[in-house]
């Protein structure tokens, strides 16, 4: 079992920026793949970032250009870097690293963009 721990969330007024951080309890580096997925008010979750072993990353459409994702190997921590936050950006992210033994997930960070 690997356990996640994410933290960064919170209020921001829309133009404002956020850096999430997740935080797995086995090597980051060990992982085939880390993505945030978020899950919107009455809406299914949804693919925001992912990056793989091999660097190669993958973004939503709707957040391209303004979210970054990242790893640090020496901190064991994935970063989701999130600029110019709009009002349609406020969900709860979930940070998710894919193992060859299995998916983990961690529990939820809110993220709030008001108008």
């Known amino acids: 079992q690997v356990q996640l721990v994410e933290s960064g969330g919170g209020l921001v007024q829309a133009g404002g920026s956020l850096r999430l951080s997740c935080t797995p309890s086995?090597?980051?580096?060990?992982?085939?793949?880390m993505g945030w997925f978020r899950r919107a008010p009455g809406k299914q979750r949804e693919l925001v970032a992912r990056?793989?072993?091999?660097?190669?990353?993958d973004y939503a459409d709707s957040v391209k250009g303004r979210f970054t994702i990242s790893r640090d190997n020496a901190k064991n921590t994935i970063y989701l870097r999130m600029n110019n936050l709009k009002p349609e950006d406020t969900a709860i992210y979930y940070c998710?690293?894919?193992?060859?033994?299995?998916?983990?997930w961690g529990q939820g960070t809110q993220v709030t963009v008001s108008s």
């Open positions: 998710n690293l894919r193992y060859f033994y299995g998916d983990f």
């Open positions: 086995r090597s980051v580096g060990s992982a085939d793949a």
């Open positions: 990056i793989t072993s091999s660097e190669s990353t």
